[in-house]
């Protein structure tokens, strides 16, 4: 069962949101490792919404526990801190990693392990 599990959640990656890169050969190597977020390929704000989402949905997974700013924290954009008011100035957060290996053993739990 747990096996079935971690399984089903590479495929599921794999098969959804694994796809090669622009102007590589080949798809990147999916590896409990693999983080969503940062690293070599990471996905933008939009679309890790969209993966966690659909991951939610698909393994029936807890989201209560789940913040999704400490992965995908808010950017500054075109507007430099120092033209803003201070009411709407962005601190510069570094985004937790979120891997594979997250998903696969909060899936086997039911309900989100990592905040």
């Known amino acids: 069962m747990v096996k079935d599990i971690e399984k089903a959640v590479i495929e599921w990656y794999a098969k959804t949101y694994?796809?090669?890169?622009?102007?590589a050969?080949?798809?990147p190597v999916l590896t409990p490792a693999t983080s969503l977020n940062m690293g070599k390929y990471p996905w933008a704000r939009e679309t890790g919404d969209e993966i966690m989402k659909d991951y939610f949905q698909r393994f029936?997974?807890?989201t209560?526990?789940?913040?999704?700013?400490a992965y995908w924290p808010y950017e500054k954009g075109m507007l430099p801190n120092f033209l803003r008011p201070k009411s709407q100035k962005i601190t510069?957060?570094?985004?937790k990693s979120l891997t594979i290996h997250m998903l696969i053993e909060s899936a086997k739990a039911g309900r989100w392990l990592f905040d």
């Not at 209560?64 to 700013?69: E, G, L, T």
């Not at 510069?92 to 985004?95: D, F, G, K, R």
């Open 18 to 23: 694994n796809s090669k890169p622009l102007f």
């Open 25 to 27: 050969k080949t798809k």
């Open 60 to 62: 029936n997974v807890d």
């Open 64 to 69: 209560s526990d789940f913040n999704f700013i």
């Open 92 to 95: 510069q957060v570094e985004p």
